[in-house]
């Protein structure tokens, strides 16, 4: 087979597709590249919105992020490997009206400006590493001195004063490195993020650091839950392929999209509860964000777990009477921003998630 113009990508867009490329022939297959993140693209951009996609390959993603911003909005796609920047000219060729808001770089980003090296990852043309040097730990599709030159800038440097809503990040393992040099427009604009997390590929300390820095800018991190096409909360070293940021102040807005518990959070406490038939659950919180969880019984019994004696805000939350029962109360990681409440009984379960943001547990 070769390279073929196919007319419904996602339903509206035009797109050039190889067969001799990886990703190409799974688009020609599944239909898309990476579901997950479309879907988060769909759900967080908005019309007018400027949006910034690192590590842009062919366009699989740019496409939809220019259909979502409209004419009135701007993407910035970063792509330093020769191969795939020209593919991604072709593909934009395709669309003129996307093309029109969306402005190409051949650029790789980090957190120091100057010059690094493009090595082509696997057996794959398309994909590739940006590194000082040859990396014998990675996937490699060539030798140490198979690579490109690519010119390095900071993304703080180049966005100057202009807003970015969205920011989608897939380098192959760079993503710490990319984030460091954005630290301003992180703090100043608080974009949503979408960041490759493969922690079986990747330097795993690299990956901790990322998460690391984002939570020090206030934010929250989540997965996708692919089964029930809901959001979970995450934690290193539970990423999935790739992870959601959101800071904390945007959690309310977002929060009908972040429906189930959290499956990394361990159990902490647990407790036989037969005293009779559980009726209610109490979320409780104090302006420092310590924990109180009660349980009552249909006997007027209550259980309770807290570590502060502050209790200025309340959650409730009903559960279909059953018979018998047993509770859990389940606490996730205080550092990760959730903790998870998981009771059950003969007849029913009830699983919850409360997130920190703005001063208070939100529960989803």
Same mark, same amino acid.
């Given at each position: 087979?070769? &390279? ?7 339903? *509206? ?6 067969? =001799? ?13 990476? +579901? ?13 919105? %400027? ?68 090595? =082509?990852?696997?057996?794959?043309? *398309? ?18 001195? #198979? ?8 993304? #703080? %440097? ?5 807003? !970015? ?44 650091? %990322?998460?690391?820095?984002?939570? +020090? ?44 518990? &959290? ?49 200025? /805000? ?5 559960? %279909?009477?059953? =018979? ?21 009984? /003969?007849? *029913?379960?009830? /699983?919850?998630? !409360? ?10």
């Amino acid at each position: 087979m070769t &390279a073929e113009i196919y007319d419904n990508y996602l339903g *509206s867009y035009r797109i050039k597709l190889d067969p =001799q490329f990886v990703l190409d022939r799974h688009v020609l297959e599944k239909g898309v590249w990476e +579901s997950h993140v479309v879907l988060f693209i769909n759900y967080f951009v908005k019309p007018g919105q %400027t949006c910034i996609d690192v590590g842009a390959n062919s366009g699989y993603h740019t496409l939809p992020m220019a259909g979502r911003v409209g004419p009135l909005g701007r993407v910035i796609a970063f792509e330093p490997n020769d191969l795939t920047y020209n593919r991604l000219l072709d593909n934009l060729s395709l669309n003129p009206d996307l093309a029109k808001v969306t402005t190409c770089e051949k650029k790789a980003l980090s957190y120091e400006p100057g010059e690094l090296k493009v090595f =082509q990852a696997g057996n794959e043309p *398309s994909n590739a590493y940006v590194s000082a040097e040859y990396n014998e730990k990675l996937w490699n599709g060539g030798g140490p001195e #198979d690579y490109q030159v690519c010119d390095v800038i900071r993304l #703080d %440097t180049y966005m100057g004063a202009e807003s !970015a809503h969205f920011l989608k990040i897939d380098v192959e393992g760079m993503e710490l490195e990319v984030l460091m040099g954005a630290e301003g427009l992180l703090e100043r604009d608080r974009p949503v993020i979408v960041f490759e997390t493969l922690i079986d590929d990747f330097d795993k300390a690299k990956i901790k650091r %990322t998460e690391e820095l984002l939570r +020090s800018h206030g934010y929250l991190l989540f997965g996708m839950h692919f089964e029930r096409k809901k959001m979970t909360p995450t934690t290193f070293p539970y990423f999935q392929e790739d992870t959601l940021a959101i800071h904390e102040t945007q959690i309310v807005e977002a929060a009908e999209i972040m429906l189930s518990a &959290a499956k990394f959070v361990p159990l902490a406490h647990s407790a036989s509860h037969s005293e009779g038939l559980i009726k209610e659950i109490v979320i409780v919180t104090d302006d420092r964000l310590n924990f109180y969880v009660k349980i009552s019984d249909s006997r007027g019994i209550s259980r309770s777990w807290h570590c502060s004696e502050f209790i200025k /805000e309340e959650q409730k939350v009903e559960l %279909t009477e059953g =018979q018998g029962g047993r509770c859990t109360i389940v606490f996730g990681d205080e550092e990760a921003g959730s903790i998870r409440v998981r009771v059950e009984n /003969e007849a *029913s379960v009830l /699983e919850t998630t !409360a997130v920190k943001a703005g001063g208070k547990l939100i529960l989803l």
